[in-house]
């Protein structure tokens, strides 16, 4: 059982600063190496600044469609179908099959984990086999895209769907993505659209984000993070629209998710015992919805990243997702069907 409310203890402290090293640590080394071996495949896209300010020939309002549990568990489908020619449709890489399979083509998608094989799959990997599932079982036990639990038959799938709508797709790819990635996208024509992640402050002498821009002189874009954030910057500061809706923006899970089906379960149980590790998660209430959440500590620092960037913005942000913690600071929570009514 999680717990209500958790002081932060000397254990989760040092959890804490385990898990910000080792990130750090190892995505940068990663990401640096990522954008040196994308360098070549810039020439098959362009920059993202060939969309700034770009509506795909609709009005100044967007959704987002990020990949958490409530975006299927609250099926809005019918409602996106419906205002999909007048709503620009952004969506998170996690997101893109469940659109798909319902018949939509969203206006952009957002793609930047470096994760070297993870990621090609919410694209469909050609190259997927059993001996390659064997090793990682992530896909076995996440709560984003339960379909992908079925990973063989799942992917064939997915990589035929992808298949048959990806010259049409527009790509915002980070060049921290993996090759795996890249090389999927490029051999499938999509329509590619480069940018650089914000790692750190590019004034510094020894900066991350320095050092990447000088490879490839890309635009830097701040992710906040994840990619449901990144699809919301993109949304903001690139599309430049002035609201925006949340679908799956949950940074949470629902109480009857087992702590081992947890987006980090498997980073946080290296770092210590399997009777301390819920320490690592809080529960948490949603006074809009009259219910409880769980959470755990990446996805809380990814909401007080998120909720700065909405803070720091006049673009109006509107939560639908029906679930989750992102109620705070301005955020409007209301229905997909009351906001697109209003404002479409």
């Avoid at 568990?73 to 449709?89: F, P, S, T």
């Avoid at 001996?131 to 799938?157: A, G, H, P, V």
């Avoid at 909401?303 to 803070?311: Q, R, Y």
């Amino acid at each position: 059982m999680i717990k209500k409310s958790q002081k932060k203890n000397t254990f989760l402290d040092k959890i804490i600063k385990k898990l910000e090293g080792t990130t750090y640590k190892s995505i940068v080394p990663t990401v640096l190496k990522n954008v040196k071996k994308n360098r070549k495949y810039l020439k098959y896209g362009k920059s993202i600044e060939n969309l700034k300010g770009y509506k795909f020939n609709k009005g100044k309002v967007a959704v987002v469609v990020a990949s958490g549990p409530s975006l299927r568990r609250y099926n809005q489908i019918k409602i996106l179908k419906k205002y999909k020619n007048r709503l620009i449709i952004i969506s998170a890489d996690g997101a893109l099959y469940y659109l798909l399979d319902n018949g939509i083509i969203p206006d952009l998608v957002i793609t930047l984990d470096p994760h070297p094989t993870r990621i090609v799959r919410w694209f469909g990997d050609p190259k997927l086999t059993k001996s390659k599932i064997k090793k990682d079982d992530y896909f076995l036990r996440q709560d984003l895209e339960t379909d992908f639990r079925k990973e063989i038959s799942s992917n064939k799938k997915n990589t035929t769907l992808f298949n048959k709508f990806s010259k049409k797709i527009n790509i915002a790819v980070c060049t921290s993505s993996s090759l795996a990635v890249v090389k999927r996208l490029v051999n499938s024509k999509s329509k590619i659209y480069w940018w650089n992640p914000f790692l750190d402050e590019p004034k510094n002498k020894n900066s991350a984000t320095r050092k990447i821009y000088k490879i490839n002189k890309m635009p830097i874009i701040n992710s906040g993070g994840n990619v449901g954030a990144a699809a919301w910057m993109f949304a903001d500061s690139v599309l430049k629209v002035d609201k925006i809706a949340l679908l799956g923006m949950d940074f949470s899970y629902y109480m009857d998710t087992p702590i081992k089906n947890t987006q980090y379960y498997d980073r946080i149980s290296k770092l210590t015992k399997k009777k301390n590790i819920k320490s690592f998660f809080k529960k948490i209430y949603n006074p809009k919805e009259k219910k409880f959440f769980y959470s755990d500590y990446v996805y809380l620092w990814y909401k007080e990243i998120f909720l700065e960037m909405v803070s720091n913005t006049n673009t109006k942000t509107f939560n639908c997702s029906k679930a989750g913690i992102i109620f705070d600071n301005g955020i409007v929570w209301t229905s997909l069907k009351k906001f697109c009514k209003i404002n479409l």
